[in-house]
Nanobody, 123 residues
């Protein structure tokens, strides 16, 4: 069993930037597609971004297109989410997840999850 651990969350002012990291341990996720989801209080978990195992294809939620960028460093077994021009509505707990065969926008496609990191954007 592998483990995914998110880091990089925190408090930032609107318009600012944060870079989230998701480090895999216990096993390699280099052959897995990786995704980021978020969940705000009282809301369902929602898709943010995903990247294929090769790193050549991406998918983004409309709400973050042009502001967020997902990337991966397979040698470091780490996935990143660069978040720019942050808005108050980006406030949520952010989770990374691994999928063996999809970069779909539903949590059902993802088989391993991290514990999440809190991102709070003050307006």
């Amino acid at each position: 069993q592998g483990q995914l651990v998110e880091s990089g969350g925190g408090l930032v002012q609107a318009g600012g930037s944060l870079r989230l990291s998701c480090a895999a341990s216990g096993r390699t996720f280099s052959t897995y597609n990786m995704g980021w989801f978020r969940q705000a209080p009282g809301k369902e978990r929602e898709f943010v971004a995903a990247i294929t195992a090769t790193g050549r294809s991406f998918r983004y939620a409309d709400s973050v297109k042009g502001r967020f960028a997902i990337s991966r460093d397979s040698a470091q077994n780490t996935v990143y989410l660069q978040m720019n021009s942050l808005k108050a509505e980006d406030t949520a707990v952010y989770y990374c997840a691994a999928s063996p065969n999809s970069i779909g926008d539903s949590p059902k496609y993802y088989k391993a999850w991290g514990q999440g990191t809190q991102v709070t954007v003050s307006s």
